[in-house]
């Protein structure tokens, strides 16, 4: 099928381009829930990818490793950058009384899936995730000294904007991170 055309199948139209003119540089899995398909679906973007321009994949896994819904997935190494969410999962989120915890699951993040970067996912305020939360300076002076020291280090991502935008926690981090 040639960009823009359609085909009927079951009573379904199918449409090459099914977010219209849209054009994406990357899809980000970001599955709470689901089924086993996701590692089919990054072979398949990944095939798209290698035919036209590069299609960047990410995913959004909880820090308890493996992750339920995206370990299928990941295994495949196919993902460009994983933005592991630290946070709403005390077993693994850093704490400054256990740093170990956190320090266990990065290890195991970075050690056991082939990503070319791993985010620390952190929420930017108290009120964006029920726990979980990084005082900035503990983020500077505990948690990223031990991060930076991976090769697989790719920053830090923060959920969400709005509660940034609240808190201005990205301007308190950015010259560290």
């Not at 689901?34 to 321009?53: C, F």
């Not at 699951?105 to 305020?125: E, Y």
């Not at 935008?165 to 301007?171: K, N, P, R």
Request: glycine share 8%; hydrophobic share 35%.
């Amino acid at each position: 099928m040639g960009s823009g055309t359609t085909r009927e199948s079951r009573g379904w139209e199918f449409n090459s381009r099914p977010l219209g003119s849209a054009v994406l540089d990357g899809i980000d899995f970001d599955i709470e829930r689901g089924e086993p398909h996701y590692a089919a679906l990054a072979r398949r973007l990944t095939e798209l990818s290698q035919v036209g321009k590069k299609v960047y994949l990410t995913a959004a896994p909880q820090c308890p490793f493996p992750d339920q819904w995206l370990n299928g997935a990941l295994q495949t190494g196919l993902f460009d950058y994983v933005w592991v969410q630290f946070y709403n999962n005390p077993p693994c989120q850093f704490s400054s009384s256990n740093p170990g915890a956190f320090k266990d699951s990065w290890n195991k993040w970075t050690s056991s899936i082939k990503a070319d970067k791993f985010f620390v996912g952190l929420p930017a305020s108290h009120a964006a995730a029920s726990s979980g939360y990084v005082p900035s300076n503990d983020l500077r002076t505990q948690l990223l000294p031990f991060v930076k020291a991976s090769a697989k280090y790719g920053g830090v991502m923060l959920w969400d904007r709005y509660n940034d935008i609240q808190s201005g926690y990205s301007s308190k981090i950015k010259d560290a991170v």
